[in-house]
T-cell receptor, first 117, second 110 residues
Framework: GAVVSQHPSWVICKSGTSVKIECRSL??????MFWYRQFPKQSLMLMAT?????????EQGVEKDKFLINHASLTLSTLTVTSAHPEDSSFYIC?????????????FGPGTRLTVL | QKEVEQDPGPLSVPEGAIVSLNCTYS??????FMWYRQYSRKGPELLMY????GNKEDGRFTAQVDKSSKYISLFIRDSQPSDSATYLC??????????FGAGTQVVVTP
């Protein structure tokens, strides 16, 4: 199998606080992990690409100082939403690409629902 | 213009019918194609991936690719209410980033 977990699955925080979301590939090594956000009834929007041991590459319009990404190992990447505001409320999903994948398959985590009050 | 176009639906079918989903793409460099299923408030689940033109079957699912017309399809036979979800087509670009369609919401009514 190819299982990706995310923690927490749901978080509520106060405006101005920071929230960390973890993404783990449980049964495979991932060269690359991706972070997406998704608004209701919309498709996934790629925020950043993270490679183990190097700095993340952010998509245009995504504030790198607000969305801190760390990819410490081949099985773990974290997204920290700093100084969160209500407009950051969204569904955040990570995906992991298999190290030896033939088709560049990406396997997605279950998502984290962030609500900022 | 998005590189992958997909009708967002919703597509409503009676239980047991065939669900037909399709996408078009504009980038000739796309080589691989994936179909993901996403239930509400869940992450996308990889259903099928294909490389070459033609059909690929897996249980009740058939994925079809026509590279000459840049058209990809997914068929679900004997649809069940549990198939109600959003289906996303996608293809990785040259940087490995998945280019998604908008997703088609499918509703299978009992």
């Amino acid at each position: 199998g190819a299982v990706v977990s995310q923690h927490p699955s749901w978080v509520i925080c106060k405006s101005g606080t920071s929230v960390k979301i973890e993404c783990r590939s449980l049964d495979f090594q991932a060269t690359t992990m991706f972070w997406y956000r998704q608004f209701p009834k919309q498709s996934l929007m790629l925020m950043a690409t993270s490679n183990e041991g190097s700095k993340a590459t952010y998509e245009q319009g995504v504030e790198k100082d607000k969305f801190l990404i760390n990819h410490a190992s081949l099985t773990l990447s974290t997204l920290t939403v700093t100084s969160a505001h209500p407009e950051d409320s969204s569904f955040y999903i990570c995906s992991a690409r298999k190290l030896a994948g033939v088709y560049n398959e990406q396997f997605f985590g279950p998502g984290t629902r962030l609500t900022v009050l | 213009q998005k590189e992958v176009e997909q009708d967002p639906g919703p597509l409503s079918v009676p239980e047991g019918a065939i669900v037909s989903l399709n996408c078009t793409y504009s980038n000739s460099a796309f080589q691989y194609f994936m179909w993901y299923r996403q239930y509400s408030r869940k992450g996308p689940e990889l259903l099928m991936y294909t490389y070459s033109s033609g059909n690929k079957e897996d249980g009740r699912f058939t994925a079809q690719v026509d590279k000459s017309s840049k058209y990809i399809s997914l068929f679900i036979r004997d649809s069940q209410p549990s198939d109600s979800a959003t289906y996303l087509c996608a293809s990785p670009d040259s940087w490995g980033k998945l280019q998604f369609g908008a997703g088609t919401q499918v509703v299978v009514t009992p």
